[in-house]
Nanobody, 115 residues
Framework: VQLQASGGGLVQAGGSLRLSCAAS????????LDWYRQAPGKQRELVGT???????NLADSVKGRFTISRDNAKNTVDLQMNSLKPDDTAVYYC??????????WGQGTQVTVSS
């Protein structure tokens, strides 16, 4: 299974970006699909999760600003990021976990928010 993340870039504070993660396998193979991020000098943190059934959960730091969604026909998981802050600057990774707890990571995409 391969996960290909795209959509990162440089944006001013208050702006928006949409990240997309394309999976090489059907999304129904995974129990959970997630976005993580890692800022310089910090641990990787969970940003948002979407389950096979479509339930979502977002970190408190991004609630009300980010949304996570999936397109089962396209095998993609998107992270819509609005009202971006400099603290959102990080490398964003997509992650997938199968029903048998096998995990896959995408290659990461850089998001930089300037003040």
């Amino acid at each position: 299974v391969q996960l290909q993340a795209s959509g990162g870039g440089l944006v001013q504070a208050g702006g928006s970006l949409r990240l997309s993660c394309a999976a090489s396998d059907s999304l129904f193979a995974f129990s959970h699909l997630d976005w993580y991020r890692q800022a310089p000098g910090k641990q990787r943190e969970l940003v948002g999760t979407i389950t096979r059934g479509g339930s979502t959960n977002l970190a408190d730091s991004v609630k009300g600003r980010f949304t996570i969604s999936r397109d089962n026909a396209k095998n993609t998981v998107d992270l819509q990021m609005n009202s971006l802050k400099p603290d959102d600057t990080a490398v964003y990774y997509c992650h997938a976990r199968t029903w048998s707890a096998i995990e896959y990571w995408g290659q990461g995409t850089q998001v930089t928010v300037s003040s």
